[in-house]
């Protein structure tokens, strides 16, 4: 059979011009980065009536990545976001069972997903990173611009600070820079934001590494793929945790977890997973015999950043609070801090172009209204964590018992409430 590693490539649509004509008298948002909280956050501002030129460095959608549990607040968000929710379901995956495997991918413990979702009454689906960034592109509202492969590489702090506009400097990977204005400056450019840098500092002053580093990658396997089904699999390893589970009938994906203090990203990271991987049996060996040179390979971290806002500046998703890959939700935070900034910001658009103060205040709302959630969901990643990577013997045990109590009557449902149940800012 042969295996041969894949980046993903974006499903073909019509993406949303590159730039909008300028129209006077109608605010105008910047937004730096197209991922998820930057297109949320242009939903939410273009439906009250500002234009949204939306920069991002990659040169396409991105492709790639890794499933997503949704559900909780992101879930609700999506929903009143009208044609989103719909649109991703279509591209959602149900699980039915995680299989938690030995080295011998014998069968260890089994967690209950059917009951789970059961237990948030269905509002619960998996869904690739990509394909939640492919079905906001694809019910954007008319008056956004998303101008690919254009860097934020620069922000005139002055203006921003105390002017009447916001001034970035754009770059292409040939080299060419551009001056774009607008009347608020959103970085939505993810945990390592050049805005965040440019406005803030560097990002050591606002990045916390939880001791854990995380890959995953996509690859084609189908005879993998259709023996993996609908029941991911797991391995029941203490410190580490590797992941498999297929993605479509041809398709499987990886996600590899380890303990650790080193923060860079290995020099080569494919040896680097093969090396501390290779003793978790055939199945683990053989996805990283074609693990990818290019692959996502990132240390664990939070971001957390005091105040949103600087002058006519604010940072949003994983940019001002990443709540990590431990603590699951950050897609669902990402989203519902973005809808919630759109709704308190979107509507100044009725008076004209908004002064700064009228924007301080809103943004500034939007930090204490959200802000308190999104922290309560920071804190769960320390305890989280052991679910992920046992430390010892007891936890190992500890988690076996609670993936299998999912099958028994109602503790399915108890899971299912208690990660569902999160409250709903707005
Ligand atoms: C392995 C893994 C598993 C995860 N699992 C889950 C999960 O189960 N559930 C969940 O809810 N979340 C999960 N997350 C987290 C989730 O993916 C992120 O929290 C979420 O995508 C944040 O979105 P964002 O838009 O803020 O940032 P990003 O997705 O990082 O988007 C930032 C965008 O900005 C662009 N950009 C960067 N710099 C610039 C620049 N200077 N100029 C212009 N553009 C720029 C980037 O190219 C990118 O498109 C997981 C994360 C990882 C790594």
Known sequence: MSTEARTTTHPRRVLPPAELPERPDVPRALIAGAGISGLTVAHGLARHGWDVQLFEAAPTPRGGGYMIDFFGPGYDTAERMGAVLPEMRAHGKEFRELRYVDEQTRITARADVDAIVAGVGGRYFSILRPD??????????????????????????????????????????????RTWQGDLLVGADGIRS??????????DYFLRHLGYRSAAYLFEDPELARWLGDTPLLTDTLHRQAGLYAVDERTAATLFIERTDEVDRPVDVAAHWRTRFDDLGPTIRRALAVAPADMYCDSVAQSVVPRWRRGRVVLTGDAAHAVSLLAGQGVSMAITGGWHLGGLVGPLATDGVPTADALGRAIDRYQDGFGPQVAGVQR????????????????LALRRLAVNATALPGAGALAGRLAGGRRVVG
Do not use: M
């Open 132 to 177: 939640v960034e492919r079905s906001l592109l694809a019910t954007l509202p008319d008056r956004v611009a998303v101008a690919y492969g254009h860097r934020v590489a620069d922000l005139d702090l002055a203006a921003a600070d105390h002017g009447d506009h916001v001034h970035v400097t754009t770059r292409t990977a040939t080299g060419e820079t």
């Open 194 to 203: 050049r805005v965040r840098e440019l406005a803030w500092g560097p990002e």
């Open 380 to 395: 769960t990643a320390p305890t989280a964590a052991a679910t992920f990577c046992p430390g010892n013997r007891a936890q």
